[in-house]
């Protein structure tokens, strides 16, 4: 079975950064698109940002230019870096591929306070 694990969250103040990993077992990223989720009290999980297996990038609006998405396939691995964080960005964050058709893992929390 596919397993995801996130990590690298943390509490932060607005302005710090964080980056996060997600390690995939028992799959290879490389065939497919990759993405960070986020979830936040009472909205669904969305995506915020996703990265091909070429390494093209997308994101949401609200994390353009704060964000960077990237991808070691040979690790299995995708990263977040998350810059100039806000308040807003607080939030459990998941992988999965895109779509999502995973299992999802544990995720890890983000908290920025003002």
């Known amino acids: 079975q596919v397993q995801l694990v996130e990590s690298g969250g943390g509490s932060v103040q607005a302005g710090g950064s964080l980056r996060l990993s997600c390690v995939a077992s028992?799959?290879?990223?490389?065939?497919?698109?990759m993405g960070w989720y986020r979830q936040t009290p009472g909205r669904q999980r969305g995506l915020v940002a996703r990265?091909?297996?070429?390494?093209?990038?997308m994101y949401t609006d609200s994390v353009k230019g704060r964000f960077t998405i990237s991808r070691d396939n040979a690790k299995n691995t995708v990263y977040l870096q998350m810059n100039s964080l806000k308040p807003e960005d607080t939030g459990v964050y998941y992988c999965?591929?895109?779509?999502?058709?995973?299992?999802w893992g544990q995720g890890t929390e983000v908290t920025v306070s003002s």
């Open positions: 028992r799959i290879s990223f490389g065939l497919n698109p």
């Open positions: 999965n591929s895109v779509p999502s058709t995973l299992n």
């Open positions: 990265i091909t297996r070429d390494g093209y990038t």
